[in-house]
């Protein structure tokens, strides 16, 4: 079987992130070949990849929609390659790559959507006429599904919901030991460290963590709490000049980008992000995966990602004093009680292994037109 995915570019990123994890072991797959596309840029993701065996067709055309050039260069491309899967992920990928494959006499042709879109009346009709020209849609989670559908971009059939996986039990890793010698964090020299890695851009509303952060600190002036931000992004001096403004300095880290942050999760007492938006958060899977306990927006995918785990605050993000409030819950419970919340939490990320991923691709590469079975593969 001939596969080949589209993808708008290959920097950092949720998307980049699972693609990272994901397209080794894909490439593995028996019997599949395995072409990847980037419609613009590379950059650390696609450095990456390299060593894996996985290099890159980097096109460096605008993805802007629409790029009839992009589209023909991309005809071209699968026309010479035949293959018999193409997978596309993102608006840019799936607007060019979906056109191309149709074009290209592609026999299986899927797009992804990979967050919950704010499309007015304009983009929902681009949008629904490209997604005809798929054979299958992929949404994140139930809640991008939801959302596709009702803007009727897409009918409920077409859509498989598969969940974004990320490194679960990595050698080497005991993530049962974070918070070993620390006692209840009343008596505990040690500061309660709230962590949060995303990208720095509006969306992710860190200006509203960082003031409810400050309200946090200012009523418990008899505790050390730390708060530290991994990630990088166009807000980032935007945000380090409204911590400094409030005085936060000295309680707020800037981390930037890391390529690992699991030490970063395994020194922290909770994950928190509290999105305005968010399709299917690979960070929370990550966080609950090193067994931490966890405050997330309720808007979007993250309460699925949560599951029946009962490991984590769901909060408004729109509401400050609501944030605040459930920092301070964490920061009151009992340590035992924070500890087993991380460890069912950690249970609960086993869904969102790579494994398990695959076997949820595959399926659909394998039972959709194409009528092939898993020994094809």
Not at 63 to 84: G, H, S, T, V, Y
Not at 85 to 106: C, D, M, S
Request: aromatic share 8%; with cysteine; charged share 25%.
């Amino acid at each position: 079987m001939k596969v080949v995915r589209v993808v708008s570019e290959l920097d950092f990123g949720g998307v980049e992130k699972v693609l990272a994890i994901s397209l080794p072991a894909l490439k593995n797959q028996n019997g599949l070949e395995l072409k990847l596309i980037v419609l613009g840029k590379g950059g650390k993701v696609a450095e990456e990849l390299v060593p894996n065996g996985i290099e890159p067709q980097i096109l460096s055309f605008n993805p802007r929609i629409p790029n009839f050039k992009l589209i023909k260069k991309l005809q071209n491309i699968l026309i010479e390659f035949a293959p018999d899967v193409v997978h596309t992920q993102g608006g840019e990928a799936n607007f060019h790559g979906i056109w191309a494959a149709k074009l290209a006499n592609v026999p299986l042709v899927i797009g992804e959507e990979i967050g919950i879109p704010n499309h007015h009346t304009y983009w929902r009709y681009v949008f629904k006429w490209v997604y005809r020209k798929a054979n299958k849609v992929i949404a994140i989670s139930e809640a991008v599904k939801e959302a596709i559908v009702e803007l009727e971009e897409v009918e409920a059939s077409k859509v498989s919901v598969v969940y974004n996986p990320v490194n679960i039990g990595i050698e080497g890793r005991d993530f049962s030991l974070r918070s070993s010698g620390r006692n209840d964090q009343i008596t505990s020299n040690s500061p309660f460290v709230f962590v949060c890695t995303c990208r720095l851009v509006p969306i992710k509303n860190l200006d509203r963590l960082i003031k409810a952060f400050e309200g946090l600190v200012k009523e418990n002036q008899n505790r050390e709490l730390l708060l530290r931000i991994v990630g990088e992004g166009p807000e980032r001096n935007k945000l380090e000049s409204l911590s400094q403004k409030l005085e936060m300095g000295g309680c707020v880290e800037f981390l930037g980008f890391q390529e690992d942050v699991w030490p970063f999760l395994n020194e922290a007492d909770s994950f928190i992000l509290p999105s305005l938006r968010e399709g299917s958060s690979v960070s929370l899977a990550e966080a609950m995966s090193a067994g931490l306990p966890s405050i997330v927006t309720k808007v979007g995918g993250a309460s699925e990602i949560l599951g029946k785990s009962q490991s984590g605050i769901l909060i408004d993000p729109l509401k400050t004093l609501e944030l605040q409030s459930a920092m301070q819950k964490l920061l009151d419970i009992p340590y035992e009680e924070r500890i087993s919340m991380g460890q069912r939490a950690e249970e609960e990320a086993k869904r969102f292994s790579v494994e398990h991923y695959l076997d949820s691709l595959l399926s659909i590469y394998a039972f959709s037109d194409l009528r092939l079975k898993p020994s094809d593969f």
